[in-house]
């Protein structure tokens, strides 16, 4: 028995260790699978942006010059420096000329906005102007993408550039006087990427490569295996050229290797050469599974790449026939895809003599066995419209075949008159493209493209991008639009509104809602601010127009955003409440509706009528006049007031400080947090209830009186008025209210109206703040001392006291009971905010109460004051000029919170308008040393501090190589405008040099404005 018993354990163990090895084995082969298809998953193309010969500036500009079969060839460019009188001869042997008149040039190679970017005019002129075209079309591919580039500081973004050094730098001896400290920087090839990623602070690789021809898909193909890899989350990838020199021209010439007219004759019998372009071009790449949870316009799919060399070949620069075949096979195992799931294929085509028939055999071996007859692979190459552009190359036929895949054309190529007889076309499988084939979309199956590129030094590239799925658009937030547009100048501000003023002329069906929220969420908001408000289409289109030509319109408003806004949220009193209130605002936005639903739930154990049904009753109804009722009418207020400041928190944060006016400032005591909601609506339901029931008939008087005078008036009333007639609220200098017994409060007020002044008779049921309510203290304290008080967690300025009340005070009932029972001292509430530097108040309550009487307390300021809801206006566009105003005057909203959180629709609207100065090198050459420099001006004593900034302006100035001081205001932080640590340090020595001070070397960062470092040498004179 023992014996099988042992027998019998031992089978157990096995069949256990086999069952864990089977789970094991499981588990690894699905880990293994994993893995796979993390390597092999696909890559979406979200965004693109260029700029190319012919004036191109993006996709669509390049998508038209292609499909009208423009082109882009030009004369070689005159504004670069270059001897053109001498460059040409038509003698391909005579040293130092090129035999061509002609090619592919950028429009503004030296046009940049060095102010957008930080930089100083003499760094502008000293950084490669690759560099520079690069920064623009970044910011443009984001923009385009809807994602604002300010919003990617700290991400995991990558930049993957390809670039070929051009040699702008001038020779050493060369270099003109106050350029040296930017020439590393501004000529380093790999400082390319790291300009972007520093500027937009982008944390993921940075890397710039440099394979000749093959760069830009080189870079694509390292940004999707980084993307796979997980070592970013985005990835900006492509290539630029910009030639500063005509030396390319010329060793092509020596070579025989340039075509006459500067015309790339792609797989043509007449291909004579490579006709040299330039350009920039950007692909925006991220995980497609990220990008459509993200809700991202999906362009493309980039499916699978592969990146081989020609390895020992006919020569060092002869392309290799095999080596191509073999990457083309590498890109589409990559891809898991067959040859023939390939429709057709941008060619590198460069127009050589040499290079077309091979790539084109290799292509034919590739792509072109076994094909169906009816499905040759079509062949193109956009070098034909613009030229090679060699670092872009690549990229340039990736923005075409993208944009083919979206209008479902495949367009010819140019200057074919007959394809190369020195290629076998008979052969089969492959077509040249020399006519426009339409390309629609298949019910089977995506459409797909093949793009190649071959580098000079042998890198060969090649990427297959595959039509977008089709996915089922989200259907945008029901808001109310809500059209941002900033500027960091005035005048790119009103461009910003021209063009897209102009969009929407070519777009009338675009969705409103779609464009604000593109505006919103995909751009950058700067200082110079501007909010086209809801209205009708006709209004928001004279609004742009207003915002272009620089007028006033009450259909938009303007602001400077100054650096963070101080915000007191003040709440409104009873005398506010009105039928429908909120209602709008709930139907418009979830989060206040399902806010309001909860304070209203909170108040169903003190009420006899539910507060949600009252809110809703129509005006004149019965149901609806209970608001008159104090018992009512201050939890209907509390509920709208509480969920709007729930609301307006989730958009803009919260307050620096919050107050309110008699029931205000126990909504205000409510939004800090010092009660609970149950608490809360527990001591608002006693405080309504109690002060309904104290005695009516009395009445309550605004008169236009300064406290003083109604206190020396309330003195010198006879003694059948003394207990009557009480102050109830100052709520201005001269704006008081008289409370108490009718009759009382008629004879004081008439005091003042025989003095010429207004006075106004208040709708009111109950003398408030007056000995009318003594009654209800004693059972209101008894309420209050049942309650939990809890710290607040923002200031709160006390209608009481009218100064911040501490969490000493509010746990104290006397307080809540005098709060009630005291006048109210709103005025002394806004002088109060006004000293703790608040500079926005906005008022949080169903009507503009409070917002008329902040300005007559600061006559002297000009503080923002806006109402969350009006009277007679719809709530919905109420609360969006609010945001509006808020995001002018600077606050920082929050967009996806008014928009909502699920993405919508991104349009295609006009990106940030660069305004460009020239940048480049002096024409003649100048000797190092023999500019003049700015010899230290003298101090002048009659006005030492201004004295001292102009010094301060001058010599920043003439250091970063503006023209003149008045490019630096007195506030502009030094590392915005340009500043680096050795030019800062050229500033300070040159400070100590005039001054006679030894400043710190850190002078720019600790003191980082003209005013400040200007403050801080006056302090110094002044102690030497």
């Known amino acids: 028995m023992s014996d099988d018993s042992g027998h019998s354990g031992n089978e157990d163990r096995l069949r256990d260790y086999l069952k864990r090895a089977t789970a094991d084995l499981r588990q690894a082969r699905r880990r293994i699978q994993e893995l796979e298809d993390q390597r092999h998953e696909p890559v979406a193309i979200v965004a693109m942006g260029c700029r190319f010969p012919g004036g191109v500036d993006s996709p669509e500009a390049l998508w038209r010059l292609v499909a009208d079969g423009g082109d882009a060839v030009g004369p070689l460019p005159d504004d670069r420096g270059w001897d053109l009188e001498n460059l040409y001869d038509p003698d391909p042997d005579r040293p130092g000329t090129a035999y061509t008149r002609e090619g592919g040039y950028l429009r503004d190679a030296a046009g940049f906005d060095a102010a957008f970017f930080g930089m100083g005019p003499r760094e502008a002129v000293a950084a490669d102007p690759q560099h520079r075209q690069l920064l623009e079309v970044a910011w443009e591919t984001f923009e385009r993408a809807g994602v604002a580039p300010g919003s990617l500081h700290g991400s995991r973004t990558g930049v993957f550039a390809g670039l070929v050094s051009q040699a702008y730098v001038p020779p050493p001896d060369r270099v003109p006087d106050g350029f040296e400290g930017h020439l590393m920087t501004g000529n380093a090839t790999s400082v390319a990427s790291g300009r972007i990623a520093y500027h937009l602070g982008l944390e993921g690789p940075a890397v710039t490569l440099d394979t000749a021809c093959s760069s830009s898909l080189v870079a694509m193909h390292l940004a999707a295996q980084s993307l796979r890899r997980g070592e970013c989350d985005l990835a900006l990838a492509g290539g630029v050229t910009v030639m500063a020199t005509p030396v390319l021209l010329v060793e092509f010439s020596r070579q025989r290797g340039l075509s006459a007219d500067g015309r790339c004759k792609a797989f043509a019998a007449d291909a004579d050469g490579t006709g040299f372009s330039e350009g920039v071009g950007l692909v925006l790449l991220e995980r497609l599974s990220d990008a459509l949870r993200a809700g991202r316009t999906v362009l493309a799919v980039l499916r699978g790449s592969a990146v081989n060399q020609d390895g020992a070949s006919n020569g060092l620069t002869a392309p290799n026939g095999p080596a191509q075949e073999r990457v083309i096979r590498a890109a589409l195992d990559d891809a898991r895809l067959r040859p023939a799931d390939v429709d057709a294929v941008e060619a590198h085509g460069t127009g050589t003599r040499l290079g077309d028939p091979i790539e084109a055999h290799a292509l034919l071996s590739a792509y072109g066995a076994g094909r169906e007859a009816e499905r040759p692979l079509r062949l193109g190459s956009v070098k034909s419209n613009i030229g090679h552009t060699q670092a872009a190359a690549g990229v340039a036929g990736v923005i075409k075949m993208v944009q083919a895949l979206r209008h479902g054309v495949l367009p010819r190529t140019l200057h074919v008159r007959e394809p190369t007889p020195q290629v076998d076309w008979a052969r089969g499988g492959v077509e040249l493209l020399t006519e426009d084939v339409p390309w629609p979309a298949a019910a089977d199956r995506p459409r797909r493209a093949g793009v190649s590129s071959f580098g000079i030094s042998g890198t060969n590239a090649h990427v297959i991008i595959e039509e977008a799925p ?213 001591l608002v339901a006693a405080r309504g209830r109690l002060m309904q029931k104290q005695p009516s008939g009395g009445a309550m008087v605004a008169v236009e009186a300064a406290e003083a005078e109604v206190l020396d008036a309330l003195a010198d009333v006879g003694a059948d008025l003394t207990g009557r007639v009480a102050l109830a609220a100052v709520n201005g200098p001269r704006a008081a209210v008289l409370s108490g017994d009718a009759e009382a409060v008629e004879k004081v007020a008439a005091l003042f109206a025989d003095r010429g002044r207004r006075t106004k008779t208040l709708r009111v049921s109950h003398a408030f703040h007056s000995p009318h309510m003594d009654g209800a203290l004693k059972p209101f304290r008894a309420v209050v001392a049942g309650l939990d008080i809890h710290p607040p967690a923002l200031g709160v300025v006390s209608d009481l006291t009218g100064a911040p009340v501490s969490y000493e005070e509010l746990q104290q009932p006397e307080y809540w009971v005098r709060q009630l029972r005291s006048p109210v001292r709103f005025a002394d509430v806004v002088s109060s905010l006004d000293a703790a530097g608040v500079s926005a108040y906005v008022e949080v309550g169903p009507d503009a109460m409070l917002a008329s009487m902040v300005p007559e307390v600061l006559a002297d300021a000009a503080p923002l004051v806006v109402p969350s809801l009006v009277r007679d206006r719809p709530e919905a566009e109420t609360l969006a000029a609010l945001v509006g105003r808020l995001h002018a005057a600077g606050a920082e909203v929050r967009w996806d919170a008014w928009y909502g959180a699920e993405p919508g629709p991104v349009l295609d609207l006009p990106t940030y308008p660069f305004e460009h100065d020239r940048h480049w090198w002096p024409a003649v050459d100048v000797p190092a040393g023999a500019a003049a420099r700015t010899e230290p001006r003298v101090l002048e004593p009659a006005d030492p501090q201004a004295s001292l900034l102009d010094l301060v302006r001058e010599h920043a100035a003439d250091v970063l190589g503006h023209a003149s001081p008045e490019s630096i205001a007195a506030e502009d932080n030094f590392l915005d405008i340009g500043f680096s640590s050795f030019t800062a340090l050229e500033v300070r020595n040159r400070l100590c040099e005039v001054t006679g001070l030894l400043l710190p070397p850190v002078l720019l960062y600790d003191y980082p404005t003209p005013a400040a470092v200007a403050g801080f040498l006056e302090e110094q004179l002044a102690a030497a």
């Open 470 to 682: 089709v996915v089922q658009e989200a259907p945008g937030a029901d808001v109310a639009p809500l059209w941002p547009l900033s500027g960091r100048t005035e005048q790119a501000l009103r461009e910003q509104a021209a063009r897209l003023l102009d969009r929407l002329s070519e777009r009338p069906d675009a969705d409103a809602v779609a464009v604000g929220r593109t505006l919103a969420v995909g751009r950058t908001a700067f200082a110079l601010r501007a909010v086209v408000l809801p209205g009708s289409r006709a209004e928001q289109i004279g609004a742009l127009g207003a915002l272009a030509a620089g007028r006033i319109t009450r259909h938009a408003v303007r602001g400077v955003a100054a650096g963070r806004v101080p915000t007191a949220f003040l709440f409104t009193g009873q005398g506010s409440q009105r039928p429908g209130m909120g209602v709008g605002a709930a139907a418009a936005h979830p989060v206040f509706a399902a806010a309001l639903g909860e304070v209203c739930e909170a108040f169903a154990p003190h009420l006899e009528v539910s507060l949600h049904d009252l809110l809703r009753a129509g005006p004149g109804s019965e149901r609806a006049a209970l608001l008159e009722r104090t018992e009512y009418a201050q939890p209907a207020l509390f509920a709208v007031e509480s969920a709007l400041y729930r609301f307006l928190t989730g958009l803009v944060g919260a307050p620096d400080q919050v107050a309110g006016h008699s029931l205000g400032g126990v909504s205000a005591a409510y939004a800090a947090g010092v009660f609970s909601l149950a608490d809360a609506a527990r």
